[in-house]
């Protein structure tokens, strides 16, 4: 349970962001930080077992057990490694970001200027990513590690967009990248299983396809190797994280320093147990890593802004990480991941120093920062310590981690000399390239050797030393790496664990619930020996790989020397393009495509959409049928004494009122013989003894009758007029279509008796739900999953019509005025009595007053009953949510002007909170055995099911979308010209009403015009 109570902890972080961030403003990441320390001692158990290779308990969690789809969670060496760095260092920066974000401006990568409750979106994202990330760590399910794959992307995504409407291009291209390498994982994911027929990743890498399928390994290592880049900031996907540097510091300090990029280490050593000795793989891998390395190095060199130069550091660091992946070895495996957490502490550590300079001199760019060190002693003490880690400089542990990596790559292709030669040249100019931008850190940001005197710089005597609480967490991890490395060999069996999980095959024997996994235990005849203890040191004596050190250092040290011919030739333009540009170009590229492919169809006429998918279904239809036919299928018989007499009557008001339909020129016309129709159908519907479902027919047509007319105001009068041919071509798409679906209802129903499906569902279904309507144990236990979709679809939908109708202006969903010598389309002329009627809207709407008065409560009494009994008889969260909307629309109607049924966040509470009712219902359901598993008691001998708490999400997100709809369509009206008769004089009256319709309309419009905002919904449109 171990792994359970790490993700659990970060998402009580996640879960107390707001009220903590209420209470304590910037001092929430306090106890955020205590949250996290306390998953990472969650995970010193297994952590204890693995490292003792004990075998590591599985927790199983049944997601769809008819697909044999289970939530796995385990902590191999592997995924620990992950956990650890995410929850320790997150733990770092969340108790920096406490005094970071004080008074200062998290726009453009600066400090946060907002306060209190403001930084909740801060700690949220903070949180939700390391969610994200411990359940992509430690599981062994293949789709809850797509699944977090993408919410790790989401949240990166979010958090750059959180920095401000700048970095929403940088945020956006982010989010490509990732989003096209979890496209790619998920082919080779998809690939995987079908292959191997299991879902879990542990049985999947120890089946025999990787041996006996060449072809398919390699294809699905590709795969996997070009998902990993897009996350790891791999050439050609680079480009995107010194983008993400728009974010503040200590977003990129936690994302692109322990986090997110490490995502693509991860998956890396994941499935390196399968592709570690795949040639293809092994050469991705070291070719791309080390190009990387160097080329991001030289872009480094290049900037000026410490944190862009961070961002390349970083990008250039995973290339080291990644080539040592692909040597394959198991040596190579342990120096990657002791680099792996060499880079996650100097790393994140340099990144908030960085902050620090930028929150004491308020500028991070070399140009503008003098000699600083003086002012900030423990500031540049810590910067040094970790660079020099980074540039590899005895005794810190990014040396030792470093010399391990030269060592490994000596082992590359087998140790071919070409190999290996081409491999250690890459590495030293890599190392040289990596000394030198390490030095433009201390020498630029501290010591003033890169200052423009003509650029305008806060003066060095105005800086001071940060505070402790800012420079001590920052400091804390980029400074440890010299007494870490003073101890090295405690890193000896915790990457020797990692470094054996990810080299040999994975989790052999495969593993049962509850049982654990022993790692390097391969199947007889496959491998001979995998086991390799690493062991690290200091000193290994005199050999290759220290005269390369001394080489790298000794030429790093010149070149700093003579930097300046260095930074001269750097101090251009090296490519006459960027990875963003290119990525532009592509985009749009793409958009154009996508532009010519919809043009056929980019329309918003329902005749063009419905008519090309009429026909093909009617041309499928008649092709299945046809092949059928001549295939010698036979037609049952039809089943006796199911017709009776009022169908041929309710059959004959349909035909009417469908020809009817087809040539009504009046949009109302049209309407009220739809509603017809539909009236006819739900006698039918009643008839055939489906009071459930006539009921429900029977109430949306009620409401959709006062949705047509709360649309039709908008619209004009008449239908345009359509052209012969076009009307040629819909009679006769319409009578084949016709034709096509009489026939296909004659021939598949009426010739069966129940389906075996249906019957089950009869004879059991009381007994198994406790509930005798077999209608709605259908909809919220056998099929509550479709019915829990269905409840997310009208949701967002009602989203969508706020969203959509409330950043519209009022006056633009008015259709065009007419020539002045014609009526208003859509307006009432009316002369005489019917006019003074019209114009008195108080005395108008006294009998639906007195008729609201009195049913409303009766209809509210009525949904609850509904909604209570659904489960035993006609009714349910559906039909009860439909009832209480009628009541709503009787108080709408019953209103003397339009205005909003309630205020407008209700409607939006309604959906969210039923939304939130039935998917914790569905959680629930986990602890009996699934999602959404009902449970059943018996209080005072009345029978309870979760179902009712279910069907009340149900009916709440119902509500919300028609109360939406009459907020956004109800709240405001065309206008109402009143027409005098032929003799009757145009009275003062009359004008008097007509003036004050004028003042009405005109203050309407108005406010119509101040506000676009889409948040206040049905406000933007009320009078």
Not at 53 to 69: F, K, L, N, S, Y
Not at 431 to 442: D, K, M, N
Not at 477 to 491: E, K, N, R, T
Request: charged share 15%; with cysteine.
């Amino acid at each position: 349970m171990s792994p359970v109570l790490a993700i659990a902890s970060a998402g009580l972080a996640t879960l107390f962001a707001w009220p903590l961030t209420r209470w304590l403003g910037r001092g929430a990441g306090w106890p955020l930080a205590a949250l996290y320390l306390i998953g990472a001692f969650a995970l010193l158990s297994p952590l204890s077992l693995a490292l003792s290779g004990m075998p590591t308990e599985v927790v199983r969690i049944p997601w769809v057990p008819a697909r044999d789809w289970t939530l796995d969670l385990f902590a191999d060496p592997t995924g620990l490694l992950f956990a650890m760095l995410a929850l320790v260092i997150g733990a770092v920066v969340l108790i920096y970001s406490s005094s970071y974000l004080s008074g200062g401006d998290t726009r453009g990568g600066g400090r946060a200027r907002t306060r209190g409750p403001q930084h909740y979106g801060f700690f949220q994202l903070m949180t939700l990513f390391t969610v994200s990330m411990l359940g992509l760590v430690l599981t062994d399910s293949m789709v809850l590690l797509y699944v977090c794959w993408e919410l790790t992307s989401l949240a990166s995504f979010a958090l750059i967009a959180n920095s401000g409407r700048p970095a929403y291009p940088a945020a956006l291209r982010t989010l490509t990248i990732t989003v096209v390498g979890g496209l790619v994982l998920l082919v080779a994911l998809v690939a995987i299983w079908i292959r191997t027929g299991t879902t879990s990743i542990s049985e999947a890498l120890s089946h025999d396809v990787w041996y006996t399928d060449p072809g398919f390994t390699a294809a699905v290592a590709v795969a996997v190797a070009v998902a990993a880049f897009t996350k790891s900031a791999q050439f050609p996907f680079h480009f995107w994280l010194p983008d993400a540097m728009a974010a503040a510091t200590p977003v990129s300090a936690y994302l692109h320093a322990a986090a997110v990029v490490k995502a693509g280490i991860f998956l890396f050593m994941r499935f390196s147990p399968a592709f570690h000795d795949v040639p293809v793989w092994n050469a991705l891998l070291v070719s791309v890593g080390m190009g990387t390395a160097v080329m991001a190095a030289v872009f480094a060199l290049q900037k000026t802004d410490l944190k862009q130069l961070m961002a390349y550091s970083t990008v250039s660091q995973l290339g080291w990480i990644t080539a040592a992946i692909g040597v394959g070895t198991q040596e190579a495996l342990a120096a990657a991941a002791l680099h792996t957490v060499a880079h996650a502490l100097f790393k994140s550590g340099l990144f908030m120093l960085v902050g620090v300079i930028d929150h004491e001199a308020g500028a991070r760019d070399i140009r503008d920062l003098g000699p600083l060190w003086r002012r900030m002693p423990w500031a540049f003490g810590a910067t040094v310590l970790g660079a020099a880690a980074m540039a590899a400089v005895p005794p810190t542990l990014g040396f030792v981690s470093k010399e391990s990596m030269l060592i490994a790559f000596g082992d590359v292709a087998g140790g071919q000399p070409v190999a290996v030669t081409a491999l250690l040249a890459g590495a030293v100019i890599g190392a040289i390239l990596t000394f030198l931008y390490c030095a433009r850190i201390v020498l630029g940001g501290f010591l003033g050797a890169y200052r423009d005197p003509s650029r305008p710089a806060k003066d060095v005597d105005e800086v001071h030393e940060a505070p402790v609480r800012l420079w001590l967490p920052a400091a804390l991890p980029a400074a440890i790496g010299l007494p870490l490395a003073l101890v090295v060999w405690i890193f000896d069996v915790p990457m020797s664990a990692v470094a054996e999980a990810a080299a040999g095959p994975f989790g052999w024997p495969p593993h049962e619930p509850g049982i654990g996994v022993v790692y390097g235990t391969p199947p007889a005849g496959t491998i001979d020996d995998l086991t390799h203890e690493a062991h690290f040191v200091l000193w290994h004596g005199l050999t290759l790989e220290v005269g390369l050190t001394a080489l790298i250092l000794v030429a790093g040290a010149l070149l700093v020397w003579r930097r300046r011919p260095v930074d001269r030739l750097l101090d251009r333009e090296l490519l006459p393009f960027t990875g963003a540009s290119v990525l532009e170009s592509l985009t749009s590229a793409l958009t154009r495509a996508g532009r010519a492919l919809v043009r056929p169809t980019a329309s918003d006429s329902p005749a063009r959409h419905a008519g090309a998918l009429l026909a093909v279904l009617t041309v499928y239809a008649v092709g299945i049928g046809g092949w059928a036919l001549a295939g010698g299928t036979t037609i049952p018989p039809r089943v006796g004494g199911l017709d009776r007499s009022i169908d041929i009557v309710l059959l004959i008001v349909v035909i009417v009122g469908v020809l009817g339909l087809c040539t009504a020129h009046s949009r109302l016309a049209a309407a009220v013989l739809l509603s017809a129709v539909g009236i006819a159908v739900t006698i039918q519907i009643f008839g055939l003894g489906a009071p459930d479902v006539g009921m429900t027919q029977l109430l949306v047509e009620a409401l959709t009758v006062i949705m047509f007319v709360l649309v039709l105001r908008r619209l004009p009068r008449d239908f345009i007029a359509a052209s012969l041919p076009r009307n040629t071509a819909a009679i006769v798409l319409a009578v084949l279509t016709g034709v096509t679906a009489t026939i296909g209802v004659l021939v598949f129903t009426g010739r069966r008796e129940r389906s075996p499906v249906g019957m089950y569902l009869l004879e059991n279904g009381p007994e198994i739900t406790g509930g005798s309507n077999v209608v709605n144990t259908i909809l919220v236990e056998f099929r509550a999953l479709d019915t829990f979709g269905e409840v997310a679809v009208l949701g967002v939908a009602g989203i969508a019509i706020l969203g959509v109708l409330g950043s519209v202006r009022a006056t633009a969903l008015a259709i065009d005025p007419p020539p002045a010598d014609e009526p208003l389309p859509g307006t009432v002329q009316s002369t005489g009595t019917a006019a003074e009627a019209l114009e008195d809207a108080t005395r108008n709407t006294v009998p639906l007053k007195l008729l609201a008065r009195g049913v409303t409560p009766i209809l509210a009494l009525v949904s609850v009953m509904l909604l209570w009994r659904g489960h035993n008889e006609p009714g349910g969260g559906f039909i009860a949510a439909l009832v209480a909307a009628c009541a709503f629309a009787l108080i709408y109607l019953a209103r003397e002007s339009d205005r909003p049924v309630s205020r407008p966040s209700t409607p939006v509470a309604l959906i969210g909170g039923g939304l939130v009712v039935a998917g914790l219902t569905g959680i629930g359901g986990y602890f009996l055995g699934q999602f959404l598993q009902p449970a059943h008691w018996y209080v005072a001998g009345q029978h309870l099911s979760s179902a009712l708490i279910f069907d009340l999400g149900v009916f709440a997100g119902v509500l919300g979308l028609v109360m939406t709809a009459f907020n956004t369509l109800g709240a405001g009206r065309a206008p109402i010209e009143v027409v005098p008769g032929p003799d009757e004089p145009d009275t003062g009256r009359r004008a008097a009403a007509r003036g004050r319709r004028g003042r009405r309309d005109a203050d309407l419009g108005g406010a119509r015009d101040e506000g676009r905002d889409v948040g206040r919904g049905a406000e933007e449109v009320a009078p």
